[in-house]
C-alpha cells in the first residue's frame, strides 16, 4: 500500500488490536485495513483452490480401475488373519500381541482382477486411522468372529462405512470353531440395518474361516461383484493424484511415504506435493518390496524422495516441475500457519491457558506417523480434573540426543513407541538419569501415562480423632516444665499422637504430644475416664478448660 508501518500500527491499535511490524493479518482483517486505507484489495488465489482444480481438471479417457477396499472389525476377529490367506503371508505373527499397529495395504490378483486391500487396526485407539481408511475406500468388508458377534468397534465400523457412504460386505469369520453362530451374527446386524441376502436384504454376506479358508472365493467374488455394480472409473494418463496411508522416517532412505494413487500414472522422477510437504519421487516401491517405474490407479506403493514425514490421510497431487511443486508447499505451510493463529479484531493474543491443573509433559517418538497419530489421540481421552497430559513433541524417527535434551529442560516423560534411541541419546541419557520408556503396544503406553500422571496427584488425606481430654489443672514439674493435668472424656490419646488445642471454639495450636503421664510415670496411651498429665511439644501457654484432640492422619495415594 505504500504506507508506512507505524501508521498502520496505529490504526489498528485505534482499533484495539495490539500488533508488531511482523505479525500475521487474518485476509478478512487485513482487507477490511486496505479498504480503509483507501486502497483496492485483491485476493490471491489460495494454493488449496489451484490444488482442488488440478484434482478436478480429469480427462475423458475414463477405463476402469481395481476396487480399494478396506478391511474392518473389532479387534481380534480375524482382519489380518483373512488378509494373509488372500495374498498369502504371515502378518500377525510380526505384530506385537497379535494386534495390528499401522495400516497395511496389499494388491492381489484374483480371477484376472486386480483387488487393492487396506487392513486397518482394530484397537480402539486407532479410530483415526480406520477413520481415514474408510474415506480412501469404495468397499468396506466387515469381518465379524461367529462366535463373538457385534461388538463396539463392529458398530464404530458400520459407522465409519455410512460416513464414507461406500457399501458393506459382511465377512463372518471363524465359522469352523464348534461354538460359532453365524444366524446370531446376523440377527444382531439386523439392528445397525445390515440385512443379509437370506433374509431379503441386500448386503452382501460370507460364512468363511480364515483357517481353513472356508469360502474364501465367494469373499473374493462378492467383492468383485459389488465393484461391478459400482463400475470404477477413473483417468490413467493424467498426472497422478492420491492419498498418504502412512509415512516413516527409515534409517538409510530417509522419510518413506506409503500412498494409494487414486487418478492418473505415478512415475518415477515426477515432482508432487504432500501436505505441506513437496518432493521428487526418486523411488517407487510396491507391496511385494519390488522397484518399479509407475504405479497404476488403485495401487498402493512407498515413495522416496519427500522433504520430510507426511502426514497420514494428506493429499498427493503431481505437478508440472519442481518450482511449482516448492512454491505450492510454501504457499499451504505459510495458509495453515495463518488459520493457526490469524490475528483478527475479534480475538486477541490475551487468552491464558488454565494453570489450575498440573501438567505431565510428555515426548513420544514412534516408527510411523499412524501410530504417533493414534497414541495422541489416545491420550487427548486421558481427563481429570487435577493433572493433564500435555504433549510438548510427537514426531517419528529414532529417539535423538535433541529429545533427551528436551526432556531435560522440560521435565517431560520421554516415550519410545516401536523406536529405539540412538548410542549418542542413550549415553546422554544415562549421563542425565533421563529414562527413556519403549514400548511396543499402545495399551502399555496409555497405563504408563496414566500411572505417571497418577504420581502428580496429591494423596487423599485421612484424619481420624481418637480421643479428646479436657486440662483440669496446669502443673510445673521440674525435668518436664508445664504440665497440662487432663481427663481424658473420649477415646484414648496415645504418646505419638497429633494434638491440637482448642479454646473456646477455635483452634489455637496443633502439635505432637510430648510426653505422656499417669500417676508420675511416663506411658504410651491413656485410655477414655483416666486422668493424666500431658505436655505438648513446643507449647507451653494452655490453659485451664482447654480442649485437647488427639488426631492421626493417613495418606492414601490416588490413581487415575
Not at 482483517?29 to 494454493?47: C, D, Q, S, W
Not at 469360502?215 to 483417468?235: M, R, S, Y
Request: hydrophobic content about 40%.
Amino acid at each position: 500500500m505504500a504506507e508506512q508501518s507505524s501508521n498502520v500500527i496505529k490504526f489498528l491499535f485505534g482499533m484495539g488490536v495490539t500488533v508488531t511490524i511482523n505479525q500475521t493479518l487474518a485476509a478478512d482483517t487485513a482487507e477490511y485495513l486496505v479498504k480503509e486505507f483507501g486502497h483496492n484489495p485483491i485476493r490471491e488465489e489460495k494454493a488449496e483452490e489451484i490444488i482442488n482444480k488440478i484434482k478436478a481438471s480429469r480427462a475423458e479417457n475414463l477405463k476402469n480401475r481395481p476396487p480399494i477396499v478396506t478391511v474392518m472389525g473389532h479387534v481380534d476377529h480375524g482382519k489380518t488373519s483373512v488378509l494373509d490367506v488372500l495374498r498369502s503371508a504371515n502378518v500377525v505373527s510380526g505384530e506385537f500381541g497379535g494386534i495390528t499397529q499401522h495400516i497395511g495395504a496389499y494388491q492381489i490378483d484374483s480371477q484376472s482382477n486386480k483387488l487393492t486391500f487396506i487392513d486397518t487396526p482394530g484397537h480402539a485407539a486407532f479410530t483415526e486411522m480406520r477413520s481415514r481408511g474408510s474415506k480412501l475406500t469404495d468397499i468396506v468388508v466387515l469381518v465379524v468372529a461367529a462366535d463373538d458377534g457385534v461388538k463396539p468397534q463392529t458398530v464404530e465400523s458400520i459407522k465409519h462405512a455410512r460416513a464414507a457412504n461406500v457399501p458393506i460386505v459382511v465377512a463372518i469369520n471363524k465359522c469352523d470353531l464348534p461354538e460359532a453362530d453365524p444366524q446370531k451374527v446376523k440377527n444382531q446386524l439386523l439392528e445397525h440395518e445390515l440385512i443379509a441376502e437370506d433374509l431379503s436384504g441386500d448386503t452382501l454376506m460370507v460364512e468363511i474361516s480364515a483357517k481353513t479358508k472356508l469360502n474364501l472365493d465367494k469373499l473374493v467374488e462378492a467383492i468383485i461383484l459389488q465393484a461391478e455394480i459400482l463400475d470404477l472409473k477413473t483417468d490413467f494418463q493424467s498426472k497422478a493424484t492420491g492419498i498418504v496411508l502412512e509415512s516413516k522416517i527409515d534409517v538409510g532412505r530417509g522419510p518413506v511415504a506409503t500412498i494409494i494413487v487414486t487418478a492418473g500414472t505415478l512415475k518415477k522422477g515426477d515432482f508432487f506435493v504432500s501436505g505441506l510437504r513437496w518432493g521428487k519421487v526418486r523411488a517407487i516401491i510396491n507391496d511385494k518390496g519390488q522397484n518399479v517405474d509407475e504405479a497404476l490407479p488403485s495401487t498402493p506403493v512407498e515413495i522416496l524422495g519427500i522433504n520430510g514425514a507426511a502426514k497420514a490421510g494428506d493429499d498427493f497431487i503431481v505437478l508440472d516441475n519442481e518450482k511449482e511443486a516448492k512454491i505450492l508447499s510454501q504457499n499451504r505451510a505459510q495458509e495453515n500457519k495463518e488459520s493457526k493463529n490469524p490475528l483478527t479484531f475479534a480475538t486477541q493474543d490475551s487468552a491464558f491457558s488454565d494453570k489450575s491443573a498440573e501438567e505431565l509433559n510428555l515426548i513420544i517418538k514412534s516408527d510411523v506417523h499412524g501410530s504417533s497419530e493414534a497414541i495422541k489421540n489416545a491420550i487427548s481421552q486421558i481427563k481429570h480434573a487435577e493433572v493433564k497430559p500435555k504433549i510438548i513433541l510427537s514426531d517419528i524417527g529414532m529417539v535423538t540426543e535433541t529429545d533427551v535434551t528436551l526432556a531435560k529442560a522440560s521435565n517431560a516423560v520421554l516415550i519410545a513407541f516401536n523406536v529405539k534411541p540412538s548410542k549418542e541419546a542413550k549415553k546422554l541419557a544415562e549421563m542425565e538419569k533421563i529414562k527413556i520408556s519403549s514400548y511396543n503396544i499402545i495399551y502399555e503406553v496409555l497405563d504408563y501415562i496414566k500411572s505417571k500422571m497418577s504420581g502428580l496427584l496429591t494423596p487423599d488425606i485421612q484424619e481420624n480423632v481418637t480421643g479428646t481430654a479436657q486440662i483440669l489443672e496446669i502443673f510445673k514439674v521440674s525435668g518436664a516444665g508445664k504440665v497440662a493435668g487432663s481427663k481424658v472424656t473420649e477415646g484414648e490419646i496415645s504418646s505419638n499422637s497429633e494434638l491440637r488445642i482448642i479454646r473456646d471454639g477455635n483452634i489455637i495450636f496443633t502439635g505432637k504430644v510430648g510426653t505422656l503421664f499417669r500417676e508420675k510415670n511416663q506411658v504410651k496411651q491413656v485410655s477414655n475416664g483416666q486422668e493424666c498429665g500431658i505436655t505438648i511439644k513446643d507449647y507451653v501457654d494452655f490453659q485451664k478448660n482447654d480442649t485437647l484432640e488427639a488426631f492421626n492422619v493417613t495418606s492414601k495415594e490416588r490413581s487415575i
